[in-house]
T-cell receptor
């Protein structure tokens, strides 16, 4: 049963510390998305990769957030330094985009619940 | 840019009654529309999608949605709600002429009352 995996599931850290969240997309998928979910803002798209290349990271605070795909099986989202306002649930999703198809759904991971004290 | 609106914050329905969660969209060109469900402490789960063809789309767990181009709506429906349907429901739209990102609505909390 193919699924997106994320680690860690929970992270509690202190303000100023670096946080790294990892995601393993579904094998064969060529798009990866990072989302942040909070009660106030709902679901926000932070970054989007296609074939490991960043296509859109306009939703991400550039001064402290960075997203990378070192290889096709790993996507990372890093916050340095972390702040209390970064407390949220961070979701990774993956999907398959192929020529002639634009309607393939995204598959979401279980999320990383981040608490910054 | 594409967008969706989910006008209600919470939908309360008695178990066994029909359930409707409303969604309207805004996009240039023909839209690709999706519904997702999120159970507590879980990621979003795909329910169904409309790409083309029949306006009535059937999905998982007995849900269906009707695409209405003239009203720019894509309401989610279930004929008989279960307590286990209590969850957060998201409508999303993808612009087929742009990139492949999804624009999500704010979500609707559905509460099915036993």
């Amino acid at each position: 049963d193919a699924r997106v995996t994320q680690t860690p599931r929970h992270k509690v850290t202190e303000m100023g510390q670096e946080v790294t969240m990892r995601c393993q997309p579904i094998l064969g998928h060529n798009t990866v998305f990072w989302y942040r979910q909070t009660m106030m803002q709902g679901l926000e798209l932070l970054a989007y990769f296609r074939n490991r290349a960043p296509l859109d990271d306009s939703g991400m605070p550039k001064d402290r957030f960075s997203a990378e795909m070192p290889d096709a099986t790993l996507a990372t989202l890093k916050i340095q330094p972390s702040e209390p306002r970064d407390s949220a649930v961070y979701f990774c999703a993956s999907g398959l985009v192929a020529p002639g198809t634009g309607g393939n759904e995204q598959f979401f991971g279980p999320g990383t619940r981040l608490t910054v004290l | 840019a594409q967008s969706v609106a989910q006008p209600e914050d919470q939908v309360n329905v008695a178990e066994g009654n029909p359930l409707t969660v409303k969604c309207t969209y805004s996009v240039s060109g023909n839209p690709y529309l999706f519904w997702y469900v999120q159970y507590p402490n879980r990621g979003l789960q795909f329910l169904l999608k409309y790409i083309t063809g029949d306006n009535l789309v059937k999905g998982s767990y007995g849900f269906e949605a009707e695409f209405n181009k003239s009203q720019t709506s894509f309401h989610l429906k279930k004929p008989s709600a279960l307590v286990s349907d209590s969850a957060l429901y998201f409508c999303a739209v993808r612009d087929p002429y742009g990139n492949n990102r999804l624009a999500f609505g704010k979500g609707n909390q559905v509460v099915v009352i036993p």
